[in-house]
């Protein structure tokens, strides 16, 4: 009984879990879509932020890529951070 007992707990584990790696999985790809569609939006400039923002993107694809999605979702979300704050910068 203990087996029985055990070898559900075990199933039980396996199946509750594997939705939350497809959950960041999809987290990760929607935020490189939204990140490629800010850097679609964004004015041409060779900044600074601008450069950090193309190195975050090709890090989070490189990890989308490589399998790590919580590292891919950190750096998507890091770049479109900073996308956001290059967008809303007074142009001189």
Request: charged share 20%; proline share 4%; aromatic share 2%.
């Amino acid at each position: 009984m203990k087996r029985t007992a055990l070898a559900g707990l075990f199933i039980s584990a396996a199946m509750l879990a594997s939705p939350v790696f497809a959950a960041d999985n999809n987290l990760c790809t929607s935020k490189l879509q939204e990140l490629k569609s800010k850097m679609n939006s964004l004015p041409a400039s060779s900044s600074n932020t601008a450069m950090e923002i193309k190195r975050l993107m090709s890090s989070a694809e490189a990890s989308q890529a490589s399998g790590d999605d919580k590292k891919c979702v950190t750096e998507a979300t890091q770049a479109s951070a900073l996308a956001d704050q290059l967008r809303n910068q007074p142009t001189p």
